[in-house]
C-alpha cells in the first residue's frame, strides 16, 4: 500500500484533487472531517474547547461557531496553537489508527490518500511514501476563499498569510500539482503522477 500526503494551502482545491483521486481508485482519508466528527455536538474535545476558548464561540444549539472560530484563529497565532494542542493529537492518533487497520485488512488499497491542510505542520508525512502539494496562485486561492467562506478578500488574505508559505511546501513536495487554472489540467496531471506511482510500486 502506497501512501500519498496531499496538502496545500487553503483555496488551492486539494479537496477536489483527493476527489479526483478517489474515481481513480485511491482510499481517501479527509483529516478534516475527522476534525468535524471529533467537534460535534456531545464529542468530549468540544467541552476542552468550550474550556479554553469560552461560550461565546458556540451557537444556541450548542454546536461550535466554526466559522466566528476561524476567525479568530486565522487572527490570532496563540489562539490557533491552544486550538492545534487540543485538537491535533487525538485526530493524529486517529489516521494512524485508520491506516493501521488498512494496513492489517484482507484487501488493502493500492494507494491511500491522506489529505491534510497541516500534513507537514504536523509531522503527518512522516507517515507517508510521498508529499503531494496542490498549488494555485494568491489571486486564484483569494477568489476561491471569498466565494467559498463568503468572506472579504482582507481575511481570504490573512488566512494565506497564516499558513506555511506555499514556497515552502512545494520544496518539501515530491510532486506538486498546479490547480490555478482550468481543472481539466489538473486532472491530467493528477492521473499522469498516480498512474507514474502504481507503475513504479509494480517495479519495486
Not at 72 to 83: G, P, Q, S, V
Request: aromatic share 6%.
Amino acid at each position: 500500500m502506497k501512501i500519498i500526503g496531499l496538502t496545500g494551502s487553503a483555496g488551492t482545491g486539494k479537496t477536489s484533487v483527493a476527489r479526483y483521486l478517489k474515481t481513480l481508485g485511491a482510499e481517501v482519508i479527509e483529516a478534516d472531517l475527522i476534525v468535524k466528527e471529533f467537534t460535534a455536538p456531545g464529542q468530549p474535545l468540544l467541552d476542552k474547547i468550550r474550556e479554553v476558548f469560552g461560550e461565546e464561540y458556540f451557537l444556541p444549539d450548542g454546536s461550535l461557531d466554526r466559522a466566528k472560530l476561524r476567525r479568530l484563529i486565522f487572527a490570532d497565532a496563540a489562539a490557533r496553537r491552544r486550538l492545534e494542542e487540543i485538537v491535533h493529537p487525538p485526530v493524529l492518533a486517529a489516521i494512524e489508527e485508520k491506516i493501521r487497520k488498512l494496513r492489517e485488512s484482507p484487501n488493502p488499497p493500492r494507494v491511500l490518500v491522506i489529505e491534510a491542510p497541516l500534513l507537514l505542520e504536523t509531522g503527518l508525512d512522516r507517515l507517508v511514501d510521498e508529499v503531494w502539494v496542490v498549488i494555485a496562485s494568491q489571486e486564484a486561492a483569494v477568489r476561491r476563499l471569498m466565494a467559498r467562506d463568503r468572506i472579504p478578500p482582507e481575511q481570504a488574505q490573512a488566512m494565506l498569510a497564516a499558513q506555511m508559505p506555499q514556497e515552502e511546501k512545494v520544496r518539501r513536495a515530491h510532486r506538486v500539482i498546479d490547480n490555478t487554472g482550468d481543472f481539466n489540467h489538473t486532472r491530467e496531471q493528477v492521473a499522469y503522477f498516480y498512474h507514474k506511482l502504481l507503475a513504479e510500486d509494480e517495479e519495486e
